[in-house]
């Protein structure tokens, strides 16, 4: 359901990851990335650290999509971002009937990495449950 109303094109494809969890040193942690939603120039990109948003640019997304369980890398123009992303489990769905067709895989896994603070503060992420998603839509 898309309670934001968001109108996409007849064509439209996007790459999303996301995590909420709690860090080693009891600080609250949650992320948000995305690629190919939101063409308007400005980003969905940011995390959080103790609810202090850090605003982030472009994400690259970088994954095999011959096999897609195998590990994902997410950059950010910016190098505040590089998370690699382990995929356990997978949901999927495959539609294709004559007007309509959707491919969705998301996958369910840990991410590793570091991400930088707007103070500069370097986050390590080690086994950080979350989610990624590879999505190509057309109607």
């Known amino acids: 359901m898309d ?9 439209t494809f996007w790459n999303w990851a996301s995590t909420a969890f709690t860090l080693e040193d009891g600080r609250s942690f949650g992320l948000n990335l995305s690629c190919g939603v939101n063409e308007t120039s400005f980003t969905e990109n940011a995390f959080w650290l103790d609810g202090k948003m850090t605003r982030l640019p472009a994400i690259d997304f970088v994954f095999d999509k011959d096999d897609i369980r195998n590990p994902w890398r997410m950059t950010s123009l910016d190098k505040k971002v590089d998370l690699l992303f382990y995929p356990d489990s997978k949901r999927c769905e495959k539609i294709n009937a004559l007007f309509i067709a959707s491919r969705f895989t998301q996958l369910i896994g840990k991410f590793d990495g570091r991400v930088i603070s707007e103070e500069g503060e370097t986050i390590s992420l080690k086994g950080c449950p979350g989610w990624t998603e590879d999505h190509y839509a057309k109607w």
């Not at 934001?4 to 007849?10: K, P």
């Open 3 to 11: 309670w934001t109303a968001g109108f996409m094109r007849r064509e």
